[in-house]
Each structure stands twice: as structure tokens, then as C-alpha cells.
């Protein structure tokens, strides 16, 4: 199941050597094997052990400078899938052969799996941190232990695989008042050791403040965004920094290099060995790089794929992912880190006079233009430096460029929320709507 059996595996050079013998001036296989034990918690108790595998093999060739992309799961007929990866490279247009040449074979596996009697203690001991503080609160939680492999190989020579282990899990924690209703909700994802107890007191954290509903804010105020909640915010400038964008002059950014384009406290980065979303080479073979696209408000890069790259007349960052496993690689982010300030939440909620903190929302905008408008699922009004209790029917709108030049505080919190590595953090010119009583 490790990298040792898939880089084992002569399926990727059968279906190289019946692809170049077919015609084919190139070819490449991508290959991912996956074993998963989630543990599953319903209402409090232990409901489900599990044990999922999964396997799947892509398979791209050129013939006549036309691609073709053909995917199967499990047991694979070399043969089958060259002749329909040959037949769909008829109805495409030509293109430039965009692929790796040798690199570094074998990167360690970072990351410890966990036996599932670990993953079943863990979830027992934070739900009994909850509950004994809050019993009349029902948990649910997801422990989840992740190994997967990945092997890259393409007649131009390269051969590359490496092991992922990864831990996760996911915990919610409902409350029922007479006839209000609340859901909170927290996570973590690691390589080798997850923090029950952490988790514990961020749920905990939000259920005390949630005591008492209150009167939300109106107009513009501040609104500090958790380290859980601003991932909506950095979707927006992950979007700005694709190439793709760039190249369609799509994104605001696209003449700005070298210009300030967001508060100077700001520095914005990706780094191949940073937590659990550390990624040794992307799905094109190309080794990933430390890059900074935003140092201290000011542009610096872009990320781009091969193909990109050429075309923006720049080599590639080495960010060329396959959004699914059946897709042609584009520019995509392994990780995205938010360097943090100082100060911890409860610093940052002090400096607020009259403010709101966004910590769960439904809907959001995170696209290419900035514009949102969200609905808080889960949010808490500020008095004098104090939360006073948790706000209902509040809506938030804005721009997020607009948002993050009106930085006013960056806290030390961060934390991942997915991939992406932020801090929590207060922002103006927003405006904030919702019920007075």
C-alpha cells in the first residue's frame, strides 16, 4: 500500500511502452492509491469503524501533437486504455507537449499513521471534554487516519513518487434552547498527532459565548474574522495570483507587480515543507518552491502551471495540479500561508470597541471580483473589548480588496483552515446588517 508497492508497479511502464509503440510521440501516467480509516461519533457515542481504499491511473498521450486523457479505477487493461486515450486525442485540438524531465525520485514519507484504537480514544476524550462542561450538548466527530500515494512517470524519463500520511479530524457540538438552535463546529488536520484536547476548548470556547443571544451591530464596524473564517477572505487573492487569471487579464492584480495591492503588515507565501499540506513535487512532475507572492502589502508572483508559464513567458512555479483526477493540469496552490502578527484572539478582541467577530457563515463570494455578501451562522458582538453574545439574522457585505487594505489587527493564532495557514484578523469597510431585538 506504501510507495515501495506503487513504485513497484509496472502498469505505469506498460501503458508508457504500448502508448510510444501505438504512435504516440509522448505519454505520461499519474497514479494515486489511497487507504483511509475514519472513525466515526454520533450523538455522543462511538457509531462506526471503517477501513476504504481506492486506486486510479490516468493516462495522457500525444498523438500528432494532439492529447488525449483517459482514467480507470482499480484493475486497469493497459491495452483498453491506451486505444481510448489514442481515440479521444482525434477530436482535440494540437498543443505544445508541456512535460518534466528527470528529477528526484523517492521524497520520505512525512507523517505517522495512527492504529484506530488512538483515533478512537482521541474522539472519546474530547467529546468528554465537551459534554462535561455542556451536557445536554450532542457531539458528533470524525478521526480519520489518510495514506496516500503518488507516482508520476512520462517517457521524457521522469519518475517520481512519495507518501502522504495525514491526520484529520472534525468535531460539531449541537445545542438545543427551547427553540434556538446552535451548531458549533471546529477541526484539525496534522501529519503525526492530533490535539483532543485543543479541539476541545475551541468548541467550548464558542458554546460559553454563546450564552446569551444579543442585538447584532449595524453599519460599518469592525469585523474580526477567526483564523477558521478568514480562509473566505484569502479565497479571493488565491484566485488574483493564478496565472490563468493573469493571462485573461481577469484578475485586478494583473498589472500590479511590484505595486502594494493590500495592507503592508500582509505577507502572503506558499513553502513545500509547511504542515500538513507539505507537497514535494506537483502533478507535472516539477519539484514545488518556496515563494512569496505578497511581502508586506507588495505583489511579487504569481503561480502558474507549465503551460501557463510559457505562455506569461515565465518558467513554472511548480504549481500545475489536476483539480480531479480525470482533469488536465492548472495552476493551483499545495498551500497558502498568511504570515501571522501578534497577539492572541482574546488580544484581538480587546481592541474592539463596537465590533462583530465572524467565525461560521453560510454562502460567501470568494471569487475573482471580491464582492461578497454572508449570511453569519456563527458570529459574536463586541462591547468594549468584551464578547456579549451571539448574534442571529446578521448579514456581512464588502469587498475583500477593499477589506484587506483596511487591515487594523493580525493575531498570532494561525492555524490551518484547509490548506490555507492564517491568523485571525480585524478589518474595516464593511458593513453589517441585521435584527435589533
Known amino acids: 500500500m506504501g510507495s515501495e508497492n506503487l513504485s513497484q508497479d509496472v502498469l505505469a511502464e506498460q501503458l508508457l511502452e504500448l502508448a510510444i509503440k501505438s504512435g504516440a510521440e509522448a505519454a505520461e501516467v ?11 461519533f454520533e450523538a455522543n457515542r462511538l457509531k462506526q469503524l471503517e477501513t476504504s481504499q481506492s486506486e486510479g491511473t490516468a493516462l495522457r498521450l500525444w498523438l500528432n501533437g494532439r492529447p488525449g486523457l483517459t482514467v480507470a479505477y482499480g484493475s486497469v487493461q493497459a491495452q483498453a486504455m491506451v486505444e481510448r486515450a489514442l481515440a479521444l486525442s482525434q477530436l482535440n485540438q494540437p498543443e505544445p507537449v508541456e512535460l518534466a524531465h528527470k528529477s ?3 521524497y520520505p514519507d512525512i507523517g505517522e499513521a495512527v492504529p484506530l484504537e488512538v483515533l478512537v480514544n482521541w474522539g472519546k476524550e474530547a ?9 445536554d450538548v450532542l457531539c458528533n466527530s470524525d478521526w480519520e487516519c489518510d495514506v496516500e500515494t503518488t507516482r508520476l512517470m512520462n517517457s521524457q524519463g521522469l519518475d517520481c513518487y512519495y507518501t502522504d500520511t495525514t491526520l484529520s479530524c472534525y468535531m460539531s457540538a449541537e445545542w438545543v434552547r427551547g427553540d434556538d438552535f446552535l451548531s458549533v463546529a471546529d477541526g484539525q488536520t496534522q501529519r503525526d498527532i492530533l490535539h483532543p484536547d485543543k479541539l476541545a476548548q475551541q468548541i467550548l470556547q464558542r458554546l460559553d459565548w454563546s450564552q446569551e443571544n444579543v442585538p447584532s451591530p449595524s453599519g460599518r464596524v469592525p469585523v474580526l474574522f477567526t483564523s477558521k473564517a478568514a480562509d473566505m477572505l484569502w479565497g479571493t487573492a488565491q484566485a488574483a495570483l493564478n496565472g490563468k487569471r493573469i493571462l485573461e487579464f481577469a484578475s485586478p492584480w494583473a498589472e500590479k507587480l511590484g505595486h502594494p495591492v493590500m495592507s ?3 505577507t502572503l507565501y506558499q513553502d513545500p ?8 513535487f506537483d502533478d507535472e512532475g516539477t519539484p514545488t518552491i518556496p515563494l512569496v507572492f505578497i511581502q508586506d502589502g507588495i505583489l511579487q508572483h504569481f503561480y502558474c502551471d507549465r503551460t501557463t508559464g510559457r ?12 483539480p480531479s483526477f480525470g482533469s488536465y493540469p492548472s495552476p493551483g496552490l ?4 498568511i504570515q501571522p502578527g501578534s497577539g492572541s484572539l482574546q488580544d484581538l478582541i480587546q481592541q474592539m470597541d463596537d465590533g462583530l467577530i465572524v467565525d461560521q457563515m453560510l454562502g460567501g463570494g470568494n471569487g475573482i471580483s471580491g464582492d461578497f455578501s454572508i449570511n453569519i451562522d456563527l458570529g459574536y458582538r463586541v462591547k468594549n473589548g468584551h464578547v456579549m453574545g451571539r448574534v442571529k439574522d446578521t448579514m456581512v457585505t464588502g469587498n475583500v480588496y477593499t477589506a484587506l487594505k483596511q487591515l487594523v489587527a493580525l493575531g498570532a493564532d494561525a492555524d490551518w483552515n484547509g490548506s490555507c495557514y492564517t491568523p485571525s484578523l480585524i478589518v474595516e469597510g464593511l458593513s453589517t446588517t441585521g435584527r435589533s431585538n
Open 334 to 337: 499545495f498551500n497558502f500561508l
Open 273 to 280: 515543507q509547511a504542515g500538513p499540506y507539505s507537497c514535494p
Open 30 to 40: 499519474y497514479q494515486s492509491r489511497s487507504l483511509s480509516r475514519p472513525v466515526f
Open 127 to 135: 467529546i468528554a471534554l465537551v459534554r462535561e462542561a455542556y451536557p
Open 311 to 322: 505562455q506569461l513567458g515565465i518558467n513554472t512555479t511548480g504549481n500545475g495540479f489536476r
Open 104 to 106: 528526484q525520485p523517492f
Open 264 to 266: 503592508s503588515s500582509l
